[in-house]
């Protein structure tokens, strides 16, 4: 079964600055997806960036972009010039390429960004 | 473009009542669709998800149910809700194999 780690509860981060968020995965697939997804105060689940695994270039999308590292099995999240509102509950998650049905979820890292 | 419904938004329940949630999905046809259960400070797990109308897979055993009688609607039922029924659920739909999944804005259920 494939699992999903985020070894850090909550992160602080100053406005302006950069965080990077970690996310460890464990499988023995070779084609998958990876995601972050962002989930305000109001919960709404928000895609913030996908990664497809047979691809080595690291997803970007603005502020937000990923080190994917599929030997070490990482994907971790840095997010640039930090606002206010990037406060959030951020999930790694993980998803078959044959299985899309089977998305599996982090336990989630509570990122506050202060003024 | 798509866009994904919820209701209601929030809900109080006694112990051993009915329990009916709703989710509509618009712009998109045959789109899979998911039930997930958030509780408090965590991550998200998976209840049920459709293929199709009147296809549903459990992925865990509990006392709720879930329906597809069209489309675009997802349903989660319960004849008799339990304390530990209480939590935020999420619907999502995807569009297929290799699609990511979108976020309804989730019912936060309370069991009293």
Same mark, same amino acid.
């Given at each position: ?73 990482? +994907? ?17 998650? +993980? ?9 599996? +979820? ?10 | ?16 009542? =009915? ?11 045959? =789109? ?22 009147? &296809? ?12 597809? =009688?069209?489309?675009? &609607? ?26 990511? &999944? ?11």
């Amino acid at each position: 079964a494939q699992t999903v780690t985020q070894s850090q509860p909550e992160m602080s981060v100053q406005e302006a600055e950069t965080v990077t968020l970690s996310c460890t995965y464990d499988t023995s697939e070779n084609n998958y997806y990876l995601f972050w997804y962002k989930q305000p105060p109001s919960r709404q689940m928000i895609l913030v960036i996908r990664q497809e695994a047979y691809k080595q270039q690291n997803a970007t999308e603005n502020r937000f972009s990923v080190n994917f590292q599929k030997a070490a099995k990482s +994907f971790s999240l840095k997010i640039s010039d930090s606002q206010l509102g990037d406060t959030a509950m951020y999930f790694c998650a +993980f998803m078959k390429h044959v299985n899309n049905n089977d998305m599996r +979820f982090g336990a989630g890292t509570r990122l506050t960004v202060k003024p | 473009s798509q866009t994904i419904h919820q209701w209601p938004a929030t809900l109080v329940q006694p112990v051993g009542s =009915p329990l009916s949630l709703e989710c509509t999905v618009e712009g998109t046809s045959n =789109p899979n669709l998911y039930w997930y259960r958030q509780a408090a400070g965590r991550g998200l797990q998976l209840l049920f998800y459709s293929v199709g109308i009147g &296809q549903i897979s459990s992925e865990v055993p509990q006392n709720l149910s879930a329906s597809r =009688p069209q489309d675009r &609607q997802f349903i989660l039922s319960s004849k008799k809700l339990l304390l530990s029924d209480s939590g935020f659920y999420l619907c999502a739909w995807s569009g297929g194999v290799g699609y990511e &999944q979108y976020f309804g804005p989730g019912t936060r259920l309370t069991v009293t």
